[in-house]
């Protein structure tokens, strides 16, 4: 007996032992000053830590840039006559060509080409000389010298009207314009002297206007990115890592990396470990596939939800940006004019030469499948106008390994189809013959079409369009993602139109909760009978017993 | 049970026994309360600490449960869970008449049989096809990432998914019927006092059929 007792107390005491010290080491581990943070974070840190880049050029110095230019094409020719291969370079990317890949002649995809979409439709394959004022050349056509300070000068102007202003002045020839002219190519030749890589503004200066104003397109780009604070976008913000555009959009010989129509912007999600040349392109680059602590759900997510659906919970967070655009209900006149209103963003919500449009701040994304290729319709294809035609639309589903789920702006549109041949039309709007001067479809279209080689039949309607822009900028700070029951909802999932797959907290059998809480009531109301009956019977019958007693 | 007769206090949950079955409760709690929050029936921790909790709680129910799988076969109590039709209806008859008119319990727990009938069978069940039932599909479920690395991609979510909701409904009715059968004693609080402090007041020994020992021979 004493023996076992002995044994018993040396059993506990050793178990008490092994626990204090689990305990200790539990406390010390806790206690330890361990940088405490998600892996894929310390990643991205290493990869992007020598920001400051050094620089072997003052341009400022270069003989070449220190004269006072006439034109574009001599300003071009300074540039190139150190950068001897860029203009060629430049030449041959998407930037210049306007087009997706210009040795592909059938659907030719690009501004220049076949593509449209329904803010203002097309290009006209560049003949619409509106769309031209975001063609990196001087002027307005296609036909001119590269314009390299519109990507490279850090100093903001208006370089088209720079040069029109000195040829003008020249012109004239007095002394007053001539010192105006000489005031213009001091200022020209300053900001040619101020040269670097790409900053937001100069990207912005397109990107951020695409579709014909401030946010209009994208949604997640507008010149609230061109100082933005880390709330908006982590890698940008000013206050944070102060990110250009190419830090990301890494760049080689010129083409800079990002989707291009149906090219995805990376055909393989590889971190830099795994390739220290590749693009910085996907958010897997810097912060790998695993980027959350270790044991982190989220870290099993990554191969079906993409990062930017859970880290970026709205776009157009600052500026508002355009949701859908009526062409159909242009060309209205007050009092024999055109006319604008404005909406409460002081955005133009109706102008008679562009119809009724809406605008949205805040705008929670649509998520789809997608495995970095937009499908989109162009010029030449047949559409269905039973129903809302996808003019662009992500491609890809679940049970490809590639697909994500992934954050979408929608743009609704209502635009201009040809009844007979069934295809969308692509009215030229600029200029003298275009519809924004005579307000009239039948000749704007007709127009639009032949600058197009394509036919209009002359009998035309307006069809429902979607426009789809994958959401990737405007990304938040690490502590304002998604919540998970944003989409791990019964009411209001944000993922409740994606179907073909059980997700937990969003999906159950309706009959299994029926028949499951059913039973878990029968029961109860089973068992409160039961007690019934006891007390009603006195407790067991008990007390009567006693009573027989 | 009845006050009639002589009672006596015989010692019929060991220490290790008693300990399983309130830490069993406890993560049961936890694992039902958390569940049915993922499921969406109500927010109380937040879906994230559910999931969570979740998580941790069933991997050490799982763990747990092996220690009382070594238990119950190296002491041989899982000879008490052998189900027997003897008997059984007159332990249907007494929950369902015979209660109501103070009469005893058919079937007293002994040490050597510590179930009646119906609790064998139904703690058979419980302890042989429930649970683990709801480990196994807890445990794929949690283990869904790495399906195909253990070669189940054929397995389907949804499926795992309904058969562990429909194991928590189980469950949970389970313990609305147990907590109230357990109010059934010679008190109220008997039955809990026993799962509490091991002994339980039964009544003599002579109304115990010797079929329902574990052992052929009967205790002295």
Redesign the interface.
Known sequence: MEIAEKKNSLCICLVLLACGVMLMAAVAEAAAPKENQAPGRSMAQQATKSKKLWRTSDHSKHKVLQKDFISGAELTQACISCHSEAETQFHKTIHWTWLADPAEKERLYGKAGNSLNNFCISTNKTKDAGCLSCHPGWGKTKETAVNCLVCHSQTKMNFDEAITDIKGFLAEGDDESREMAREIQAELRAAAQDIGLPARQNCGSCHFYGGGGDGVKHGDLDTSLVKPSKTLDVHMGVDGQNFTCTRCHTTSLHNISGRVYTQPAATHRKSLVEDDLANKITCESCHTSQPHKSGQ?MN?HT?KVACQSCHIPDFARVNPTKMSWDWAKAGKLKDGKKFKTKDEFGKFDYMSIKGQMKWAKHVKPEYHWYNGVIKSVTARDKIDPSGIVKVSWPEGERQDANSRIYPFKVHKGNQPYDKVNQTLLMPLLSGKQGYWNHLDWDKALTVGQTSMDLPFSGEFDFVETAYVFPITHMVAPKDKPL???EC???TDSRLADLKG??M??????KL??F???G??L???I??LI??L??FL?RG???N??KEEE | MTTNGKMKNIYLYARFERLWHWLQTLLIIILLLTGFEVHGAFALFGFWNAVEVHNFVGLTWLIAFAFFAFWIFTTGEWRQYIPTTKKMLAVMRYYMYGIFRGEPHPVPKRKEAKHNPLQRIVYLILAAILLPVQMVSGFLYWGYNSWGNWGLSWLSLQVVALIHTAGAFAILSFIVVHVYMITTGHTIFAHTRAMITGWEEVADEESVGDWEYKTKAKAA
Do not use: I
């Not at chain 1, 937990?504 to 059998?509: E, V």
């Open positions: 759900k099993e191969d919540s998970c029951r791990h909802s019964k797959f059980y937990p907290g969003r999906d159950a059998s299994l909760n028949a499951g809480w039973a878990v029968g029961s109860l089973g068992v039961h007690a009956g006891r019977s067991n019958g008990r009567r017993k």
